[in-house]
């Protein structure tokens, strides 16, 4: 069983060189090779999950060397949630894919090196293998921001790419500082050897600032986000999709692992700044993300800057560290990734069979596009955490969570912040289906717009572009029938996470 999480990882790098390699034969052949990638890996990951929540955590040290040493796996019922949620993600959004695109071999090999890349930083128990799997994730991002074949796409890519390297090196910064004290990278070493240390020792202090700061880039916390705007609306639709459902979510993970697993609960209680880095960081990401959210007159845009708000509330949630708040931040990360990543491909879809990409140009959508406008609703009503849906149980748990450890003034933001949610989308939803048409746009503007996206030689919408945004729409309203069995499932996992 244990060597199914080493074929995890290996399977999306097998399908990324088998489409690289059987492009030069015939190209256009990446799609089929990247679906029976991902769903071997949905497989093998619905297993260790399976295993993982009925029989306990899994561990698999690489090569045979017992850590600390070796390189060690480890799969809890956190880990396993999000490797089940990538494996599904990445297989759904292959299914917009096939007819929106990109299409080459080189797209697909690089779309399956970044589920590697993901993959690995969620099973990885160790924190230099964590950058080495951070450093995949961010290249191949960087790389499909840049396939679109506008100038914007190339632009977006490239300040990606220098913001993202200086959350890397910042990461990597401390990693080293956390070595110079302990001598180990092992997390679960690291923890023991950090608080024999004394949690007040200054390399280990600097350890916990370089490395949350780097994981704040990556997860785009406000004011560190500034790649994420141009990343989301400059990239192709399905890319969008992806890196807004995924990358973030797996960074804003091991940010709560790092926190949890290596420096510990008594590490932050016993330091009010690092706390204080956290609650501040959440506080002004969820502040400030949803005014601009508010401000964006670009849809694509307006999704974007909602992410930033949406990731404070995690952060909020690691920053409380209770059974609850981090329950909630498991489920939101979930919520998350299926609500944005839907409301990303829905965007894609209405502006393929419309050309509506603008607030404004959403008027009257339901008479133009009744699929993507019902869809587009459903998704944006979640997001705001209207009951039952899945975007209200993460909601309501970090907010539990703030009212037990008694942080009003947090509580605070965390129920404002759905006030400031329900802005933004209320007016695309009155747009959507009270308003009448007031831009016609031509068919010409929606092909080009869709070869602009990356849609090489799309001619319109697919039936697996509908079928998988009613899914989206679909899992956003029963996974919130289903969070509180899963809550159960994973509470010794979190509980074992604070111990």
Known sequence: MSDLVALAVAAPIVGSLVALVAGIARSKSG???AVVACAVQLVVAAQLAAT??????????????EAPYGIELVVDGLTATMIVLIAVVSLGV????????????PFYAVYMLLVTGL???????????????????GLAAYALVASGDRGRSAVAALKYLLVGTVGASLFLLGVGYAYIDTGTLNMADLAVKLAENGYDATLTQAAFAFIVVGLF???????????????????????????????????????????????????????????????????VSIVAGSLLAISQSEVKRMLAYSSVAQFGLVVA?????????????????????IMKGGLFLTAGLVATETGARRVEEFDGLVQRSPVGAGVFGVLAVAMVGIPPTIGFAGKWYIAVGAAE??????????????????????????????????????????????R??????????????????????????????AVFGYSDALQPTIEALLS
């Open 217 to 283: 880039i990556k997860v785009a916390v406000f004011p560190l986000h500034t790649w994420q705007p141009d990343a989301y609306a400059g990239a192709p639709d399905t890319v969008s999709a992806l890196i807004s459902a995924l990358v973030s979510t797996i960074a804003a993970y091991a940010l709560l692992r790092v926190v949890y697993t290596v420096f510990g609960a008594g590490f932050v209680d016993a330091n009010p700044l690092a706390h204080a880095i956290l609650v501040g960081g959440a506080v």
């Open 31 to 33: 799609w089929p090779v």
């Open 119 to 137: 993959t690995g930083m969620s099973v990885t128990a160790d924190l230099f293998n964590m950058y080495v799997f951070l450093e995949i994730t």
């Open 52 to 65: 993982a929540f009925t029989e306990g955590t899994i561990e698999y040290v690489v090569g045979g060397f």
């Open 405 to 450: 450890a008694g942080s009003w003034a947090l509580l605070a933001v965390i129920v404002g912040s759905t006030l400031l949610t329900l802005a933004y989308f209320a007016r695309l939803v009155e747009r959507m289906f009270f308003r009448e048409p007031s831009v016609d746009l031509e068919p010409a503007v929606e092909r080009v717009d869709a």
């Open 317 to 337: 949630a690691i920053s409380i560290g209770n059974v609850t708040a981090l329950m909630g931040a498991a489920v939101h990360l979930v919520g998350h990734a």
């Open 452 to 481: 602009a996206d990356g849609g090489e030689g799309a001619t319109g919408v697919s039936l697996g572009m509908q079928a998988t945004v009613v899914a989206a729409a679909v899992l956003a309203v029963a996974l919130g029938f």
């Open 94 to 105: 292959l299914a917009y894919a096939r007819r929106a695109g990109p299409r080459s071999n």
